[in-house]
């Protein structure tokens, strides 16, 4: 996955030292013929199912992050319906050394627009899955998949 040109400048200048960053993580949810479907992409640096993520550029709002992370990875447009966690990762350490921990800013998002397909070779795979066919994912991405379909007035604070 290509780091942002913002986070390469920054590790010029404190090396692999932990980075607190922000980021945006959009469920992607669309009626379908047995009922919801939700978006996810296999990553290619790992082959994990997740909901799409990406790192919140500086100045931009996370909305608009999860919005343009959704058209950049799968080319589908979406659009933020609201936000259902606002939780933080775990300490990551990446295999050159650098360290970094998010806030991360999870959305529910309506599809709008388009036909899933891996457009920008962060994923391998990308596709419409039924709620009750999803692939196995990580505790903490199914949590954020849970929480987006059950579409409650208010975020889970995690």
């Not at 990446?94 to 457009?119: K, L, S």
Request: glycine share 8%; net charge negative; proline share 6%.
């Amino acid at each position: 996955m290509p780091t942002p040109e913002f986070i390469l400048a920054l590790r010029e200048k404190v090396g692999t030292t932990r980075l607190w960053l922000s980021g945006a993580t959009a469920v992607v949810v669309r009626e379908g013929a047995r009922g919801e479907e939700v978006l996810l992409v296999r990553r290619a640096d790992n082959g994990e199912w997740t909901p799409v993520a990406g790192i919140v550029d500086p100045g931009e709002h996370p909305r608009l992050t999860a919005v343009r992370e959704v058209a950049e990875e799968t080319a589908v447009t979406a659009e933020v319906v609201r936000l259902v966690w606002l939780g933080v990762s775990d300490v990551i350490v990446y295999d050159n050394g650098d360290e970094t921990q998010y806030i991360d800013h999870v959305f529910r998002c309506r599809w709008v627009d388009g036909d899933p397909f891996p457009a920008d070779g962060e994923a391998s795979e990308t596709a419409f899955f039924a709620v009750d066919a999803m692939p196995p994912m990580s505790w903490r991405h199914a949590e954020q998949v849970r929480l987006a379909l059950a579409n409650l007035p208010e975020a889970h604070l995690g």
